[in-house]
């Protein structure tokens, strides 16, 4: 399983409240303030998502708020004897709304624009009926029409509210677990290996508690809605309440206990926290070097400046995420098939774009499952739906692209 992270923790890096940096008024004659001061404006940003398929919010790495002036010229490019002039004014005011706006766009479609695509992805991973893998996303564009329009296009927002309940179950829990015990949330800069494995601990921790509402939740992704009824969106809390005692639905005998879910859950949901921690924080690295030299050669191109203050961050989210998910896809299937076996559930025919199927799977667990799809589907059985991660990616490289295309022609105007 996969929010989420501590706030500060980025991998093997850090990005702890204790650490001094140069600020945006570095070289004016102003001190810096650490980070989380209560004058800091830091922005949101998406992270890589600790439970499967969802996504969630940390505190991003401090980065500029306002354009970088020339030297000696403190925030805004006003002098200390200078009097401000309207248009920095106006500049200073769209920067400030700019990190929320941006990630706001960010958060949207990750969590909303994407989610159909999320919806035939998981049908497709746990549906071993299927004769069409969708490995291109032209395939599962197509899916996505027919079910469109058999069923009305709320079949593929289906299941969003749970994803929200889940996570901020996650991230209330691993709140609730930081206070009450020893394991850190968030690593100081010195960390040691004590410090990290008490940090995965209580990531793990975190996947344990959130897992049964998370299957619950998988159901409500995965279920046709020609056969159910319109859930609540606190229903996946009922259920997941449900199945942690033995009440309410009734399954089959086939249903696999949350323990025989432990290892595979927390195993996912650790590596794709890892794998987006240290790509996340490679690819932040990178940009920030090349968006230092280029401010270096053009220091009088105050929107390229502006751009590079948020973007960045945006930039290696997205890869770590998108890295993340590709590297541990079959992992991912064979997670969702363990999840939904032996809950009566009922999907959509992805070959067809209409009809529904039962899943009557009888794996014994996490190892039979996997030499079951090799056995009986080939290795490409792994990546089934792999096209709706193309779909969800472009989709979001897009949003991003048309944000910075319409940030930059604000600043422009503005300057």
Known sequence: MQPRRPEDFDGLGYRGSGRDEPGPGAGSGFAAKPYGSSSDLSHWVSSPPDIPGSRNLHWGERTPQYGAGPAGTPLGGVGLNDEPCPVSASSEQLNRFAGFGIGLASLFTENVLAHPCIVLRRQCQVNYHARNYHLTPFTIVNTMYSINKSQGPRALWKGMGSTFVVQGITLGTEGIISEFTPLPRELSHKWSLRQIGGHLLLKGLTYVVAMPFYSASLIETVQSEIIRDNPGILDCVKEGIGRVIGL??????????????????????????????????????????????????????????????????????????????????????????????????????????????????????MRDCINTIKREEGMLGFYKGFGSVVVQYTLHVAVLQLTKIIYSTLLQNVA
């Open 248 to 365: 309410g639905v009734p399954h089959s005998k086939r249903l696999l206990p949350l323990m025989a879910l432990t290892f595979p859950t927390v195993l996912h949901g650790i590596l794709h926290y890892i794998i987006s921690s240290i790509i996340q924080k490679f690819v932040l690295l990178m940009l920030k070097r090349e968006s230092s030299q280029s401010l270096q050669t053009e220091s009088s191109n105050s929107v390229q400046s502006m751009l590079d203050a948020y973007f960045p961050e945006l930039i290696a989210s997205f890869a770590a995420s998108l890295c993340a998910d590709v590297m541990l896809y079959p992992l991912e299937t064979v997670l969702h098939r363990l999840h939904i076996q032996g809950t009566r559930t009922i999907i959509d025919n992805t070959d067809l774009g209409y009809e529904v199927l039962p899943i009557n799977t009888q794996y014994e667990g």
